[in-house]
């Protein structure tokens, strides 16, 4: 079973930056496709950022500007960061990996970010 685990998130205040990376358990250019998402309390899951095994990227209009997703070969994992962060920023950031048919998803890490 494919594993997916983020880390890197934390409170921070409003205008600082995060790095958060997502390690998986088999070669992250197995996936076609990589994405972090994040859910804030009351809200539906949303997609923040992706990347495609062409290294195509694609980025929500909220963190457009801000955020950059990569990934790092030598660690294997996939890393969002995010800079000048607001407070609607704040929610549990997923990773998930996308392998033919089926979708990995992380436990997610807690961002929260304070004004």
């Known amino acids: 079973q494919v594993q997916l685990v983020e880390s890197g998130g934390g409170l921070v205040q409003a205008g600082e930056s995060l790095r958060l990376s997502c390690a998986a358990s088999?070669?992250?250019?197995?996936?076609?496709?990589m994405a972090w998402y994040r859910q804030a309390p009351g809200n539906e899951r949303e997609l923040v950022a992706s990347?495609?095994?062409?290294?195509?990227?694609n980025y929500s209009d909220s963190v457009k500007g801000r955020a950059t997703i990569s990934r790092d070969m030598a660690r294997n994992t996939v890393d969002l960061q995010m800079n000048t962060l607001k407070p609607d920023d704040t929610g549990i950031y997923y990773c998930?990996?996308?392998?033919?048919?089926?979708?990995?998803w992380g436990q997610g890490t807690q961002v929260t970010v304070s004004s």
């Open positions: 990347i495609t095994a062409g290294r195509t990227t």
């Open positions: 088999i070669s992250i250019f197995s996936f076609k496709a």
């Open positions: 998930s990996g996308a392998l033919g048919g089926s979708v990995a």
